[in-house]
């Protein structure tokens, strides 16, 4: 179908953005990002705004700057962005692999990393990286800005903590240690699709021990969270097999998979035993390829 | 709402002057109000790849773009492949290599391919299949697109 009729705003300037979106907010108004989620549903009619904030024309949005121990990632940044690594150490190979995983490669030219925050699909790689990485989000209205960390920014599927008039100008990840090891696994049935399950795994060692360990899992739940319980399975151990499968079956036992036509809870939670094995594996060989 | 807007669209070099209400989508604009029909309409909704136009250089899904939002830019569709009578080299080898059967999804493997490979003309074999997927095709079966898209970039790399 072809998406209904709408106002189109293109404003210029990050403070005209905010006081349209105040304006036309209360009237469905939203912003247009790379349209990559908001176009389909529109065309399905499942959203009908009567405002489009169109960003792409605002000045300073596309900015991927390196600022002090964070990487800042501005609203228009897209996820073609990543295709190379953008950061030097661990931290940028980590998001090629992890950006690959996005749709096709036409989405990942429009698509931004802040739209897959805002829209917060449950199986959104980016939403994953946010909570495992720990991401903090800028959120701008005509009322000023605040920051919100992932862990209080995913709310449910598709809901966020920010209002309806608010603008997420960026998000910053914090760059981690450089001796930090990632490995990330997903499973989907038809290439590009989105993903049934995903893991995003990183550690470090410290005299032979796993230590800051982190375990994430995306598209299981109604929003991607860090597994406590696989962590403390994995905290003060040798990286290895037995570890591993540790921590792997303790995620497995503490998520609360959802359940669709194609995919029963039980099938997801098979999924995340085996992602979550698979991620731990890739973060020790890059343990071993360093020479560690 | 319903407001027209006055915009200029430059497909293959060419500037069309349209006027569009904000909810055209870029697919529709180039077929409707340009009368490039080239650019064909499958899903439209971001799935299949056959309206992929190439706009600023990039890739892009046409039917999930609004028309409004390319004011000014330039923008390539299959029409503007063939030099005058004589095709691109990547047209040339999808028909040698029967990388079509009802041509449907043609234009849009074609548009893809030819973004990537000037992009990026050495390629590997692994990204070039990765990006080949972004696409749907319910004829060939792939296997001969694949086989076209690389003997094309072969064959550009060498002029
Ligand atoms: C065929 C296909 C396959 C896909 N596969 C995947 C996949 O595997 N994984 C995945 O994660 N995604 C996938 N996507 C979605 C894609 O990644 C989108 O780009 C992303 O979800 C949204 O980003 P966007 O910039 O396109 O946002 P838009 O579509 O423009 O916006 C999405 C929503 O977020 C809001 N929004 C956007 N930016 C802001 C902002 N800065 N401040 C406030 N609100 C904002 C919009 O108002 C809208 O409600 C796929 C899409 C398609 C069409
Ligand atoms: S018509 Fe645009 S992707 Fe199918
Ligand atoms: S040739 Fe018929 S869909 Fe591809």
Redesign the pocket.
């Known amino acids: 179908m072809k998406p209904a009729a709408f106002s189109y705003h293109a404003p210029e300037t990050i403070a005209e953005a905010v006081a349209i979106l105040a304006e036309v907010a209360p009237e469905d108004g939203?912003?247009?990002?790379?349209?990559?989620?908001?176009?389909?549903t529109m065309a399905f009619r499942l959203a009908r705004p009567a405002h489009l904030v169109d960003?792409n024309g605002v000045e300073g949005l596309d900015r991927l700057v390196l600022d002090g121990d964070e990487l800042s990632i501005g609203?228009c940044v897209r996820?073609a962005a990543f295709h190379r690594p953008v950061v030097e150490g661990c931290l940028g190979p980590l998001l090629s692999s992890v950006a690959r995983?996005?749709?096709?490669y036409p989405?990942r030219q429009?698509?931004?990393f802040?739209?897959?925050l805002?829209?917060a699909?449950p199986?959104?790689?980016?939403c994953l990286a946010a909570v495992t990485l720990g991401a903090t989000m800028t959120a701008m209205s005509v009322r000023g800005s605040r920051q919100i960390r992932a862990r209080d920014f995913f709310e449910g599927i598709m809901t966020t903590a920010?209002a309806d008039d608010?603008?997420?100008t960026e998000a910053r990840l914090a760059i981690p240690p450089s001796d930090t090891r990632f490995g990330f696994a997903e499973f989907n049935r038809v290439a590009?699709?989105?993903?049934i399950a995903m893991v995003l795994a990183a550690f470090r060692l410290e005299d032979g021990v796993i230590t800051e360990p982190r375990l994430g899992v995306g598209g299981v739940e109604e929003r991607p969270r860090r597994i406590a319980e696989a962590e403390a399975a994995l905290e003060g151990r040798a990286p290895g097999a037995e570890a591993f499968r540790a921590a792997a079956d303790a995620a497995a036992g503490a998520v609360d998979p959802m359940e669709d036509i194609n995919t029963s809870a039980g099938y997801r939670r098979d999924l995340v035993a085996t992602l979550a094995f698979r991620a731990l594996e890739q973060a020790g060989r890059a343990l071993e390829q360093a020479g560690a | 709402m319903n407001a027209k807007h006055d915009i200029t669209l430059a497909i293959n070099g060419e500037a069309y002057a349209i006027s569009v209400e904000a909810r055209r989508t870029l697919a529709d604009a180039i077929r409707e109000e340009c009368g490039q029909t080239g650019t064909h309409l499958g899903c439209e909704?971001?799935?299949c790849g056959t309206c992929t136009v190439i706009v600023d250089g990039a890739p892009v899904r046409s039917c999930?773009m609004f028309a409004v939002q390319c004011d000014g830019a330039s923008i390539r569709t299959v029409e503007g492949l063939a030099d005058g009578g004589e095709p691109h080299p990547l047209q040339r080898a999808f028909m040698e290599h029967h990388a079509l059967q009802c041509g449907f999804c043609t234009p849009g493997f074609l548009m893809l391919a030819v973004a990537v490979l000037e992009r990026d003309p050495d390629i590997g074999d692994e990204d070039l299949l990765d990006i080949l997927s972004s696409n749907l095709c319910r004829c060939t079966g792939y296997a001969n697109i694949v086989k076209a898209v690389r003997a094309a970039a072969a064959e550009m790399r060498q002029c």
Not at chain 1, 30 to 40: F, I, M, T, W, Y
Not at chain 1, 101 to 104: K, N, P, R
Not at chain 1, 123 to 126: D, Q, Y
């Open positions: 939203r912003v247009l990002a790379g349209g990559q989620s908001l176009v389909p960003i609203a996820h995983h996005i749709g096709h989405i429009r698509g931004t802040c739209g897959s805002a829209q699909d199986a959104s790689e980016w920010l608010e603008l997420l590009g699709g989105f993903a | 909704h971001g799935v999930l």
